[in-house]
Nanobody, 122 residues
């Protein structure tokens, strides 16, 4: 059974930084693409960033390009989301997602974590 556990969320002032982590278990982590999504109150879940199986291909939503960086450590079965220059509009619950393929981009995710809250104050 695939499990994804996020950590690292919290409250930060605008302009600040946070790093989210997602620890995966239950399957061969290094084989599959991973992603981050977010859902703000009253809005649909949206794609944030994704990384292919070996970290060679990265994908970002336009709203976070240049501010967020996704990375992975296959030896630790962990994917990260470094978030810099945070804005109030980044406030959301952030979800880690596991793909069923090695390179997914913004779709094709079958496994989801429970989410971690990120709140950016102005």
């Amino acid at each position: 059974q695939v499990q994804l556990v996020e950590s690292g969320g919290g409250l930060v002032q605008a302009g600040g930084s946070l790093r989210l982590s997602c620890a995966a278990s239950g399957r061969t982590f290094s084989t599959y693409a991973m992603g981050w999504f977010r859902q703000a109150p009253g809005k649909e879940r949206e794609f944030v960033a994704a990384i292919n199986w070996n970290g060679g291909r990265l994908y970002y939503a336009d709203s976070v390009k240049g501010r967020f960086t996704i990375s992975r450590d296959n030896a630790k079965n962990t994917v990260y989301l470094q978030m810099n220059s945070l804005k109030p509009e980044d406030t959301a619950v952030y979800y880690c997602a596991g793909s069923t393929t090695s390179d997914s981009g913004h779709r094709g995710y079958a496994y989801w974590g429970q989410g971690t809250q990120v709140t950016v104050s102005s």
